[in-house]
């Protein structure tokens, strides 16, 4: 059940909720306060913490490092603990208590009442734990996590600085709990797992894939597909030949409806496990939107129509909760931002967005590619052990491919972020990681795009599509917006423009005509003198930044903005782009947005400049003209 009394109390898993018997939602937030202590020795264990009370407090689902959490300590805290005692509801008679985490960074352990239950390594993915045998319906159960994070050596961490305070593009770190806690009932005797929910856009159908904790002889599988007229579609299927069962949900010609950004609609979705005698053991509710992701030629097309990107790079941090929204409505207010300024969907960039935004961008319409948080070991030094590391990145990588697989929203995977190539020319194992990412996606999904790497080394052959970043740098922006023309109009001649351009033999496979993705651009540095005044002494001109020159009026930034935006939809070779970025970040003053989220433009005005029908959906309309 919610507690709005609490921090962050919605249900935080919506395309997978688990209902009771009178179709509610079956669950407790376990957010709020729980016992706290840090651990600079990492010897709690020896030291008896999983038997003791702790000394401080923490506002659970807030890091320690931010001031929701109550503790507010920014330094590195390496080791920390949390204790909790609850009492697990009567009323779930007959079910067993599965506790589960939406994300803890990074190397997390769990007891419950004494008895280790479970170990998660991974900063940015959930994990569950059974409380089976160790806490009825009833009865307490003390819960303790100890997690580890020793952020100075390499490990999949996105932007947290490795030094003690943010600078250039490296944050505050998170350590430990940063997203809900939370338990619910599930059937003793079988139960549903996330199902996995894949459009037929050609087909008009969804197929599911209804995995099991286990099942028995009769036991079927029913779903109900819903709009608002009711019931669309429905099957059932039997339980127990396999251990996924398949059932495809065919949607009639009046009833059908894509899900785009001009119109995100959502089919309601129940699934429910019942046995022999048609008595329900466990039920669950979702959504599925009916969405299609093609690649023809340069174009990609989203339900057969070419539609250019026009993305914003969001980093998901907030002042005073670093990785974690304030709110639920802190969410919406960020992808409305991006809506705002004219923007169809963003790179959810060096952070795995918790399924809430995810849930919001589904119903909003919103565009966004999944990335993982490799930055922290995967470009920079030449003794780092990327075979050794790239098990643990495919590993959480697969975690997050798993999680949300099902968002309509997604329409593409890209695991790593500006790997350096040059940097391990004799080390294969950067390949290894690479390729291992890039097929893990594939594997994991055949139904979306894979970019192996955003940016600088591109080193798988087939990647579907291709990219780089380009940031104007001269001190004279007419200079840099010129050499920038030149650079993309080589695309044409599939040519493209990479990163390092002159030792790309060494950085890159060879282009082989995928789409092109500009995935990094703009990032122009304005700060009011209002804002700055608001900063006050926290303000540092030399420390704060952006990318090149800076403009010197608002009006200079606003043709900037224009000038690069026409540059790139212009380009008929190129099929999106994803300006840096949406806010403005600890020392980074690129973005559109304060760090509050307050206003800096006039989000109608940057709007109206990508309004412009982009060249490559003006050829796909030309040809669909032609092709009737």
């Not at 940063?178 to 037929?200: C, N």
Request: proline share 5%; net charge negative; aromatic share 10%.
């Amino acid at each position: 059940m919610a507690d709005s009394s609490l921090p962050r109390s919605e249900y935080p898993r919506p395309q997978f909720v688990r209902l009771d018997l009178a179709g509610k939602p079956a669950w407790q937030c376990l957010n709020g306060t729980w016992q706290f202590e840090t651990d600079g020795g990492d010897s709690g264990k020896e030291r008896g913490l999983v038997e003791q009370e702790l000394k401080e407090t923490i506002t659970v689902p807030f890091c320690p490092e931010s001031s929701l959490s109550g503790v507010g300590n920014t330094d590195f805290l390496h080791v920390v603990w949390y204790r909790r005692t609850v009492t697990i509801p009567a009323d779930w008679t007959g079910c067993d208590t599965v506790l589960h985490f939406g994300a803890v960074d990074y190397d997390a352990t769990v007891w419950v009442n004494g008895v280790e239950v479970g170990r998660h390594r991974g900063g940015f993915t959930p994990f569950s734990v059974s409380l089976r045998g160790l806490a009825a319906p009833g009865e307490t159960a003390v819960i303790v996590v100890r997690a580890r994070d020793e952020n100075r050596i390499p490990q999949p961490r996105g932007k947290q600085s490795a030094t003690h305070a943010p600078w250039g593009c490296h944050y505050t770190r998170t350590t430990g709990i940063w997203q809900t806690v939370w338990m619910e009932p599930i059937p003793s005797v079988a139960a549903l797992k996330r199902p996995r929910i894949t459009p037929d856009v050609a087909g008009s159908a969804f197929h599911l894939e209804l995995p099991l904790t286990q099942n028995r002889p009769g036991f079927r599988i029913t779903a109900s597909l819903r709009d608002n007229r009711g019931v669309v579609a429905s099957g059932s299927v039997r339980a127990d030949l396999d251990f996924a069962p398949r059932l495809a949900l065919s949607i009639p010609s009046d009833r059908c409806r894509h899900w785009s950004p001009a119109d995100p609609h959502l089919y309601d979705l129940e699934i429910a496990l019942v046995d022999g005698a048609g008595a329900i053991i466990d039920r669950i509710a979702s959504y599925a939107g009916l969405r299609s992701v093609a690649i023809d030629g340069k174009k990609v097309k989203i339900n057969g129509e070419t539609l250019f990107q026009r993305l914003v790079l969001d980093q998901g941090y907030y002042p005073d909760g670093v990785m974690t929204a304030p709110t639920d409505e802190a969410l919406i207010q960020d992808i409305q931002l991006s809506l705002d300024a004219g923007f169809n969907g963003a790179r959810l960039h060096q952070k795995v967005f918790e399924e809430r935004f995810l849930y919001h961008a589904d119903r909003l319409g919103y565009l966004v590619w999944g990335e993982f948080a490799d930055w922290g070991c995967s470009g920079y030094g030449p003794t780092h052990d990327h075979q050794q590391l790239g098990i643990a990145y495919a590993a959480q990588w697969l975690e997050a491919l798993e999680r949300d697989y099902s968002h309509p929203s997604i329409i593409g995977w890209c695991a790593l972020n500006e790997t350096h190539q040059l940097l391990h020319d004799r080390i294969t194992s950067l390949d290894d990681a690479t390729r291992a990412l890039f097929l893990a996606a594939k594997a994991m999904d055949t139904t979306r795009p894979v970019l192996d790497t955003s940016g600088y080394s591109h080193r798988v052959r087939e990647t579907d599509v291709y990219d780089s970043h380009d940031y104007i740098i001269d001190a004279d922006f007419a200079v840099g917006l010129e050499k920038m023309r030149k650079r993309h109009a080589e695309l044409f001649a599939d040519n493209p423009y990479l990163n390092l351009q002159g030792s790309k033999t060494a950085m890159s496979v060879p282009y082989q005509g995928q789409p092109f993705l500009l995935s990094e651009f703009g990032g122009f540095r304005w700060n009011p003198a209002e804002a700055r005044l608001r900063k006050g002494d926290d303000w540092d001109s030399t420390t704060s930044w952006g990318y090149g020159s800076d403009p010197q009026t608002l009006d200079e930034f606003y043709h900037r903005f224009e000038a690069v935006c026409a540059l790139l939809l212009e380009n008929p070779a190129m099929f999106g782009y994803c300006y840096t970025q949406l806010t403005d970040i600890y020392p980074e003053e690129n973005g559109l947005y304060q760090f509050d989220r307050t206003a800096k433009f006039d989000s109608a005005r940057l709007k109206a400049i990508q309004q412009r029908i982009a060249a490559i959906e003006e050829r796909g309309a030309h040809e669909a003209d032609q092709d009737r």
